[in-house]
């Protein structure tokens, strides 16, 4: 089934989209691991899988296609399968495409990819919406499109102004949904929604949530991700800073307050980040199922 439609359906319906996002284990040798992981989140009936895509471009050691595809086909769950393409060849993209639509694949988020200082990058393609367009070029009728956005704008706009700009070339390229980055502060997902709105992007915008539980993902993820941190955040990391199991608690407490506040102000989509961690993600479900 077509993303875009999956939100047209669950609009009438009064309800929002539920999806989550895994990644490809990084080592061959742990491939069952994200079927185990999945055997384990169907409970939550999500309404999309989404299966990124390793930043490095390599199609030959790449499995993203291989678990969209199985997902979609063994547990009956609908995937959207990530491509990025900063360090991709035209020829890359038109195999990957391929590969997707023989593996009857559906949905796929175009993505330019984070361009790492120092690293040989192929620039065939400067950004996600030109990714878009070949997308659209190959096979306009097989795929839809997704994109990213970024309620704090991306790292290398000046503003959140001109992020919100650059992002209609995305849509104007056939992004027909857009998922967002982490954040912390839904006072920051709500003035992206309005500036974006009043822009003139009108397509569905799901919210990305990352529950934090571990003060080793502090470091790692939150601050790569650039998200501000409201005092509620930074307080409960300050209260939980040598309690481990306290912050597990407390971080899946934050997430599931944040997807309350957001679904209870209209929010279109949640889609968790489960950095491959069933039961974190279980619970964040548990707590907000009666909304969905
Ligand atoms: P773009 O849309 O190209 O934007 C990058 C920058 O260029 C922005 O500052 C934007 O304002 C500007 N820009 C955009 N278009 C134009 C234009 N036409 N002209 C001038 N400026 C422009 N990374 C991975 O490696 N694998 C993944 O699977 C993956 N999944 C992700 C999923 C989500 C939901 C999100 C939010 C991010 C994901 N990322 C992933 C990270 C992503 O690749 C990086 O954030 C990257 O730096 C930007 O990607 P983009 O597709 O948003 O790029």
Redesign the pocket.
């Known amino acids: 089934m077509r993303i875009p439609d999956i939100f047209k359906q669950r609009a009438e319906e009064g309800r929002p989209v539920f999806s989550l996002?895994v990644?490809p284990p990084k080592r061959k040798k742990n491939k069952e691991s994200i079927y185990e992981a999945v055997d384990k989140l169907k409970v939550t009936q999500p309404d999309f899988i989404?299966v990124?895509?390793?930043?490095g471009g390599n199609i030959a050691d790449n499995s993203t296609c291989e678990i969209a595809a199985t997902i979609k086909r063994e547990y009956g769950i609908e995937t959207v399968a990530?491509l990025?393409c900063i360090n991709s060849t035209r020829e890359d993209v038109k195999v990957m495409i391929q590969r997707f639509r023989d593996s009857h694949i559906e949905n796929v988020?175009?993505?330019?990819?984070?361009?790492v200082p120092g690293e040989d990058i192929k620039r065939e393609f400067?950004?996600?919406?030109?990714l878009a367009i070949e997308v659209q070029r190959q096979c306009a009728d097989d795929l839809d499109i997704l994109?990213?956005?970024?309620p704090e704008g991306?790292?290398?706009?000046k503003s959140l102004e001109?992020?919100i700009q650059?992002?209609k070339?995305?849509i104007g390229a056939g992004a027909r949904v857009l998922?967002?980055?982490l954040f912390f502060d839904n006072k920051e997902f709500y003035r992206f929604i309005k500036l974006a709105r009043q822009s003139g992007i009108n397509v569905p915008v799901s919210a990305?949530i990352m529950p934090i539980v571990k003060a080793s993902q502090i470091e790692k993820t939150v601050q790569l991700s650039g998200a501000s941190l409201p005092h509620k955040f930074t307080a409960m990391i300050a209260d939980y800073e040598h309690d481990p199991k306290g912050l597990y608690q407390a971080g899946i407490d934050y997430a599931v307050a944040q997807c309350r506040d957001l679904i209870e102000h209209g929010v279109q989509g949640i889609?968790i980040y489960t950095m491959n961690d069933p039961k974190v993600a279980v619970r964040v479900w548990e707590g907000v199922r009666d909304l969905l």
């Open positions: 996002e990644f989404s990124t895509y390793g930043a990530h990025t988020m175009a993505l330019r990819g984070d361009i400067a950004h996600a919406n030109e994109g990213a956005c970024y991306h790292y290398e706009s001109e992020d650059n992002l070339y995305k998922i967002t980055q990305g889609h």
